[in-house]
């Protein structure tokens, strides 16, 4: 027999904290806060843990002693008053500093649940175990649910009953809900990848595209044997579903985000076919790390996503009635509040025809809020920019400007898999200023970033990136600015790349080249330079921000221009680069369900 050596990956010694609390609690409810300490690769930390204090600003509401677990939780937390908490977490010495994601309390706001629909172990061509999965996503994500989905095409029944028997002993009662489900894996032309969720696992069997080799097959076989309400059916990008063709009855949302790369455009795709679907993101994670997710590298080269559920409570049959009814939005990874309504038509959900169309909503960021855009029927119809210095504004004594790379991940071609990573690297020097610290603003991928301090010049900056979809920025503080202060690049040659290449359009090669962005140009607006490469406009972009910008704004809009069937999403944008998507909402078209 063959005989396959395990390899244990364990921790290193403690570089941060990091944690997990419901998104929403009501006015005096209790709730419990979960603290994770872990190593720069993200791993639980190993050796001495210190001791930790939880802080909603200066106000000590709990402590922890020295010598825990990387692991532990903090029970019986309340606040009476509504409005928005943000705790922090401090070791006893104060060296080390971690951030929590944002509590709503409010006694009106729906509850938000988090979960991750996709992921991989060693089952697939992942690594780890389906019992790291899912201690993973229970105790080290702290998610409320989540879907093991292993390809069909690599797994056998005993694999299909271990991940039955997984959904049944990780499953905890008013805590965590595993849900079963499997990636119905093929080409393109026969209709990509799916994910296919069960609402319960007794007696489910995987409906595997060695016999069910095409989407309609898929969608015939599941309602053959399946009551249409207790299956899910979620296609994804970067191995691109067939946005022409869908089951209302099954596939209500779409993967919009993954560790593959930002994909709005294929939600868009299935919107514009006249889909009523909405928006999730996963992490597609293969090191069996659902829900809190380092990068790997090369194909996975991002934080996955994670999805958020508005539901009632947090029950199994809740959560599901809420995805097929698409109460749902999707995050690049970062716990955003976001609320949205159209009217009083709720995120996901499709109205009666009115000629009012107010658009508003709250979005409560992890940091500071870049951007917030209205969407409609496929183009950006209104945007507010949050960040953006009054132009003209002299230079202070110190400058934090952001230098930001940005590539589209649009297929050139209908039906085909995504663009790939577009890879930046070289060399950036700062000339007429002093350079005196730079920083990644992203959740850091060592295997893609670097960032390194020219240690005899430190005007020098060393560095490498990549994007698809989304935007990395690198966050600049100059001092001594003089008039002709500049930023040079020297960008080498490289190749695009990624799993789930594309079929018609090759990954291209990137050519070496030079640029330079001049702060005069920042001072009135940004400095932004194109640089084409195989059909796309790649851009780099310099411009300054507000120092402390809103972590919470409201926003509205009055439509003005309507039409039956139109329908609105909202799309928010971090300073950080983390980004937000809410479901859809659909004013008139037909009656609604």
Known sequence: SLRIQPVRVTGSKIAGVHGFAPSVVRPGEAFTLSLRAQDRYYNRAIGAIPGWKVLA???????????????????????????????????????????????????????IYWGDTHGHSGFAEGIGTPDRFMTWARDDARLDFVTHSEHDVWMDDLEWRQLQDNVRSYS???RFIAYLGYEWTTRNIYGGHHNVLFRTAQGRERLATQFYPTLSELYQGLRQRYASEDVLVIPHAHQAGNYRLSDPQLQPLIEIMSQHGSFEWFGRKYLEHGHQVGFTAASDNHLSQPGYTAPKGRGLSQRGGLGAVMAPELTRDALFDSMRARRTYATTGERMIMQT?????????????TKTRLVAGTVIGTAPIAEVAVIKNGEVVWREDYLGEQQSQRFGTEETLYLSFNSASVPEQPGDNPRGWRPWQGRIKVLEADLVNVQATDFFNADVQQLKQDEQDPNTVYFSTATRGDNSSIALTLADIKRGARIELALEAATEFGSGPPIFRRHQQVAATSVELTLADVKQDKAQVSLPLGGYEDTIELRRVVAGGPLEKTFEWQDQSIRQGDYYYVRATQLDGAMAWTSPIWIGGYPPR
């Open 57 to 111: 600003g200066d106000q000590v509401v709990a402590t922890l002693p020295a010598g825990g677990s990387a692991i532990q939780t903090v029970t019986g937390l309340r606040f009476a008053d509504a409005g928005v908490v943000r705790l922090t977490i401090q070791s006893e010495a104060g060296d080390i500093v971690g951030s929590v994601n944002p509590i709503l309390v409010s006694a009106e706001a729906e509850k």
């Open 172 to 174: 905890e009662r008013g």
């Open 341 to 353: 309504r159209v009217n009083d038509v709720s995120m996901g959900q499709r109205s009666g025809y």
